[in-house]
């Protein structure tokens, strides 16, 4: 059975703006030109763009493994960090950071690792350097949000990148938060850190490709 894919609610008004300009162009251009050549490649690029805009605001139903220890990827890309390092905004001591890079061709839905409640959400204006910059988790615009349950907390944070200016964030503090439901959504090319407690057990590598809402990353020991 094909798994159904819908536009989400962050790309309607993108979507629509895209649509509208891009008819009144080529309105213009079949106006003011008698070449036909140039009305078609105006036409064909339109298409391209368009196409591409709305699938960027693609958002795919997912399976989510029945596994509450599963510890499951936030966010469709490529593992792009994989070490040990100090996390200084909520739990102030050494974590394990994972981080997600998702290209402008990714799902960008952002989705719960974990079910558990939301114990903090803080959003971070900064720059935009590009999104596998070594300083872009602590400098880049950025949101946190921090999931725990009874066996551990997982902080999340969605980095913006050089194109990725909007992060949008669902979450609230006391909010329930159920594993593969999404929290978020990024636009255009970026980036989501996981900082995990030290120790735990790791089933992906880096460079490796996952998808959001079904790739096990680990588990909660």
Request: hydrophobic share 40%; with cysteine; charged share 25%.
């Amino acid at each position: 059975m094909r798994k159904k894919i819908i536009i989400h609610r962050e790309g309607y008004k993108i979507i629509l703006v895209t649509g509208i300009t891009l008819f009144l162009i080529n309105i213009l251009v079949s106006a003011l030109s008698d070449y036909k050549g140039l009305n078609i490649t105006v036409q064909v690029l339109s298409a391209i763009i368009f196409l591409f805009t709305a699938s960027f605001f693609r958002h795919p139903s997912r399976t989510t493994p029945d596994d509450e220890m599963n510890i499951i990827a936030p966010a469709d890309g490529k593992v792009v960090v994989l070490e040990e390092v100090e996390e200084p905004e909520y739990f102030k001591d050494k974590r394990l950071q994972l981080s997600i890079f998702m290209s402008p061709t990714n799902v960008h839905v952002n989705r719960y690792p974990i079910s558990g409640l939301v114990k903090y959400t803080k959003y971070h204006p900064g720059k935009y350097l590009v999104a596998w910059h070594p300083k872009s988790s602590t400098e880049n615009e950025r949101n946190t949000v921090v999931v725990g349950n009874e066996t551990a907390e997982i902080l999340m944070r969605q980095i913006a990148g050089k194109f990725a200016k909007k992060i949008v964030c669902y979450a609230k503090v006391n909010q329930e938060a159920d594993q593969g439901s999404e929290f978020g959504f990024i636009k255009f090319g970026s980036r989501v850190d996981l900082y995990l407690p030290l120790g735990t057990p790791i089933h992906v590598k880096l460079n490796q490709k996952v998808r959001g809402g079904e790739t096990i990353l680990g588990k909660m020991s």
